[in-house]
C-alpha cells in the first residue's frame, strides 16, 4: 500500500499566520493517465470530513482561497495563507491513484 | 443537495457482523461516481474499506477483503456494509460517501461483549 508521511502531526497557529503541511508519499502519485488523484481533507471538531483540494491544486467549489495545494510526483504541500478560527480541525492528503485509496496520518491545526 | 446518512447498531458484540445502512438523497446511486465507506478509529487514523461503484461493481481494501461486503438497493437508493467476525479493533466511526465530495456524518461503532 502506499504510505502517506504527514508533517507537522500538529501544528500551532495565530489567527492571520500562514501556516505549511506537508504530504510525502512512498511512491509517485503520477497516474498513467495523467492525473495525480492527492485531495487534501479537513475534518472540523464533530464534522464529517470536508474535501478542500482536489487533483492536487483544484479548489473544491466554496473553499476560501486562502487554501491552495501543490506539489508533483511524491511531494504535496498544503497551504493556507492567514488561518482562520473556522480552519482549525484535523487536515488529511488521501490519495487515489494505486489501489486502495490511503489517507495520510493527519495534521492538527491547533490555535497558539 | 446531496445529502448522505448512515444508520445501524452502535454496538456490536466480538465475531458478529457489523451492518451499516447509507441512505442518499439528492442524488441517484447509479447514475455516476462510486460510493465508499470508509472510517476512522480512535484517534487520527483513517481507513479506506472500499466501494460499490454506480454500475454496481465493488472493490474492497485487501486488508478487509474476506470479511467485507458492500451491496446496494437502488430502488431505495441505498447501499450497505457488511463486516463480519468483528473484533475490538473494528470500534471506529464509519462514514460513507461519495467519494471524495459528499460525506455522511458518520456512525460510531463499538465493538464489545
Redesign the interface.
Known sequence: DVVLTQTPPTLSATIGQSVSISCRSSQSLLHSNGNTYL?W?LQRPG?????LI?LVSRL?SGVPNRFSGSGSGTDFTLKISGVEAEDLG?Y?C?Q?TH?????G??T?LELK | EIQLQESGPGLVKPSQSLSLTCSVTGYTITSGYDWSWIRKFPGNKMEWMGYISNSGSTNYNPSLKIRISITRDTSKNQFFLQLNSVTTEDTATYYCARWPYYWGQGVMVTVSS
Do not use: D, H, I, M
Request: net charge positive; aromatic share 14%.
Open positions: 485531495n481533507l464534522q464529517p470530513p470536508q474535501l482536489y473544491e484535523v488529511y488521501v487515489s489501489a486502495p485509496r490511503t489517507f496520518g493527519g492538527k
